[in-house]
Each structure stands twice: as structure tokens, then as C-alpha cells.
């Protein structure tokens, strides 16, 4: 599918399978969460773009490369949360940015109760974090409020995605590319992918 790139990292698909074991308790889950967000964020930002600069080594000028926007990550809480650490140990220079989404549970709609973003977000590459893509409702909504404050340069970045969650996300902003470790079957009756790995807030925090 355009726009969907599927990590198949051993090491990824190692934690993952991991991840979903209903064995792995809270300070487990928390750890393999960041160690395979570590692995799928290399993968996610290996397409960035960077221009050619030149630096003085301790010897003589060398050619080099930066990158040619300023990162911000963004995670969906709570779950996001989980990510953002470990990506932060690759990009610390990153700016951060939070949205705060709640599915409604009868309609299964995304309902902000929380944005904090950086200025100018058009500046930037921006990174959308949560492990979890089901519904794609509270992907959209995220895509179409970092849009409304100028993003041009979005990514998304997850761990499990549902088939549901992707066509949404294509049907409203098919250039946005959406990275995943794991393509799952399907949402049941209330929105939760399966086989996925149950709720991630409840699993990372041991509610």
C-alpha cells in the first residue's frame, strides 16, 4: 500500500511478539515499548531530507550532512508517552509537542481534552507517536489539528496498525506515511485490533 511502510526488523518483530505476550508485566512492557520504538524510529526517519554542509575536524574540513528541518515529535497520550523517551535518546535535539485524545466509547469519535505544540510547526518534520493505529479516528484528528497549525511535514509512527485504521488515515490524508511494525487482522465489536496487544496506556502503566 503507498505510504506504508511495514518494519520488518528481526529485533523489531522480536520485542514485538514480546509486546503482546499477556505475560509481560508493566515494567517489562515499558522497557521492550521503548527498545523497539528506538528500532522503528531509525527505520522511519531514514527518508528525511538533509542539505551538505562542511565542518573543521581537529585535522582538516570535512563534508557532511544535517538535516534540513528541525524535528518535533509528537505523542498521543498517554500511550504515546511510552515512546517518547527512547526516541528522545536518538534525537535529543527534538522539539516535543502533546495531544491529548480520549476515544468516546459508544461512538468510538476522538475528543481532545489536551494540545500543547511548538510554534511554527511548518518549520518542522513532524513525528506523530502512538503504538496503536485501530480506528484511525484519533489519527485523523491529530493529522488535521497539527495541519490547522501549519505542520506540512508529518509522518506517522506506530507499532501495531489495524487495516480499519489505515484506509482512514489514506481516505483523509493520503500523503502522510504511516510507519508500523505489524499489519494486524482486524478491529473487533468495540475498536480494539486484533490480535494486537490489549490496551498499551493500561499495559505501560499497570492500570
Do not use: C, W
Request: no cysteine; glycine share 8%; net charge positive.
Amino acid at each position: 500500500m503507498k505510504n506504508l511502510t511495514v518494519i520488518a526488523h528481526p529485533l523489531v518483530q522480536h520485542n514485538l511478539a514480546r509486546l503482546r505476550d499477556q505475560r509481560t508485566q508493566p515494567p517489562e512492557f515499558r522497557r521492550l515499548l521503548g527498545e523497539i520504538s528506538s528500532l522503528v524510529i531509525y527505520e522511519a526517519t531514514r527518508s528525511l531530507a538533509v542539505k551538505k554542509i562542511s565542518v573543521q575536524t581537529p585535522l582538516a574540513p570535512a563534508a557532511g550532512f544535517q538535516l534540513e528541518r528541525e524535528v518535533a515529535l509528537v505523542p498521543i497520550l498517554r500511550a504515546g508517552l511510552g515512546m517518547l523517551d527512547a526516541i528522545l535518546q536518538l534525537i535529543p535535539h527534538a522539539r516535543v509537542g502533546f495531544i491529548g485524545l480520549k476515544r468516546e466509547e459508544t461512538t468510538l469519535r476522538a475528543m481532545f481534552y489536551h494540545q500543547s505544540l511548538p510554534q511554527n510547526l511548518g518549520r518542522f518534520e513532524v513525528i506523530l507517536i502512538d503504538p496503536m493505529l485501530a480506528t484511525g479516528g484519533s489519527t485523523v484528528a491529530a493529522i488535521d489539528l497539527l495541519r490547522a497549525q501549519g505542520a506540512k511535514h508529518i509522518r506517522v509512527v506506530n507499532l501495531v496498525a489495524a487495516p480499519e485504521g489505515i484506509r482512514n488515515v489514506r481516505k483523509y490524508h493520503p500523503r502522510v506515511p504511516i510507519f508500523t511494525a505489524a499489519v494486524d487482522k482486524k478491529l473487533n465489536e468495540r475498536g480494539y485490533i486484533l490480535p494486537g496487544l490489549g490496551d498499551a496506556g493500561d499495559r505501560l502503566f499497570g492500570t
